[in-house]
């Protein structure tokens, strides 16, 4: 007998909360009657709206649920970390809570997951109710971050997906405080294979990702997993002071032939070109360090301000939660 924990970090999602535990108590009901039990660890990431409230209510209805109430609102990745560093089960899976994410897909992932692949990932094959920027950034993004980085991330695939227990406690190991964890879980590497499937619209709500977190959460991703970057400012220079060596020989030997003609406009070209350079190598580099000052603070990713749950653990689950 296994036991299926079911991780949903959530933020402002009140209106998604009945319907999101309807559903996926109906595939995991499924799921218990086939022999498995399984939890459902619902993390509050510091929601301003009555997302606690509405979880609260839904525990005299689900005996299996867990609420992880976070002190304030930390983030995405760091409220799924705290759910799956706080989930029991021997596969873990990890789902959005606006329902873009089926939970009908928990029964596939599981049938791979049996046999005998650590990490089952959902490939979005269509992302209905998106703009058309947000698909065209998307798919840009995963496939700029595939060839900038080192470790082999699958195109078109969120965080929706199911992970072995080795691969939980392979992820508790690594205390990164920026956190990507779609780029960890390939990084961790393991038998993994995907599924696709169609994205459905959010039910309520609006997106948590505006095009200012998109873009944050594109350079942490690339910055987590790849110095390029940083090879690109060096090399940038390299080849900006080869030019500019150039370009002093022709201007002396201009001057030896009386043929140079000072002008403002060619001296504000090459320093507003320079100046950019400089900047841009500046901030790449302010990227890295910013991402080392953070780490080497050493506060904890998360704290949590109360657990809730509506029975006992399972019986059949021993082990206890990771410390925060």
Known sequence: MSL???????YNEEGNVPELMRRISEVCERI??????????????GSQDGTLAALRAELRGQPRLVIIDLSRNFGHQIAATAGIENARGDAVILMDGDLQDPPELLEAFLAKWREGYD??????????????FK???????????????NVSIPVDTG????????????????PEKRRFLRGLVAWVGFRQ?????????????????????MLRFAIDGITSFSEIPLRFATYLGFIVSGGAFVYAIVVIIL???????????????????????????????GEYLGRIYDQVKARPLYLVSSVERAALPPATVAREPIST
């Not at 299926?4 to 959530?10: A, D, E, F, K, T």
């Not at 218990?32 to 990431?45: L, P, S, T």
């Open 255 to 285: 001057k030896l032939l009386g043929q140079n003609e000072p002008g403002y406009t060619s001296i504000m070209v090459a320093l507003l070109f320079l100046g950019g350079v400089q900047l841009i190598s500046l901030g790449i580099a």
């Open 119 to 132: 990490v089952v990932f959902a490939t979005r094959r269509a992302r209905k109710g998106e703009s058309f």
């Open 4 to 10: 299926i924990s079911v991780v949903i970090p959530l």
């Open 159 to 174: 965080d929706f997906r199911l992970m072995s227990r080795r691969v939980v406690d392979a992820l508790a190991q690594s």
């Open 193 to 213: 294979v995907g599924i696709e499937y169609d994205r459905d619209p959010r039910f309520t709500g609006e997106t948590k990702y505006p095009f200012s977190k």
């Open 135 to 149: 698909k065209t950034s998307a798919q840009l993004f995963y496939r700029l971050i595939r060839r900038l980085t």
């Open 32 to 45: 218990r009657r086939g022999g498995d039990d399984y939890e459902i660890v619902a993390v509050n990431d």
